[in-house]
């Protein structure tokens, strides 16, 4: 099974942009779907963002427009550019893939 770590989370004033990075243990390039997924406090998780192997993607609506996911198979890392960030965006970021989850990184978008 595959290991996942993110970074690149942090504390960000609205309209500012952050990367996180979700990096694995072994090879993704067999790994069909990688997503990267969130959870508010007191809200569940939720979908962020999906890619495929063909770098196929899909976005939840309220991210739109706003965040790119993309994936290097050969640096075995995949992230989620965030552009326009929204106090709304304020949540534990995790990525996902072959079953497994990462520890999560935390977003915080304030003034």
């Known amino acids: 099974q595959v290991q996942l770590v993110e970074s690149g989370g942090g504390l960000v004033q609205p309209g500012g942009s952050l990367r996180l990075s979700c990096a694995a243990s072994?090879?993704?390039?067999?790994?069909?779907?990688m997503a990267w997924y969130r959870q508010a406090p007191g809200k569940q998780r939720e979908l962020v963002a999906t890619?495929?192997?063909?770098?196929?993607?899909n976005y939840a609506d309220s991210v739109k427009g706003r965040f790119t996911i993309s994936r290097d198979n050969a640096k075995n890392t995949m992230y989620l550019q965030m552009n326009s960030l929204k106090p709304e965006d304020t949540a534990v970021y995790y990525c996902?893939?072959?079953?497994?989850w990462g520890q999560g990184t935390q977003v915080t978008v304030s003034s």
């Open positions: 890619i495929t192997s063909a770098g196929r993607r």
């Open positions: 072994r090879s993704i390039f067999s790994i069909y779907v």
């Open positions: 996902n893939g072959d079953l497994s």
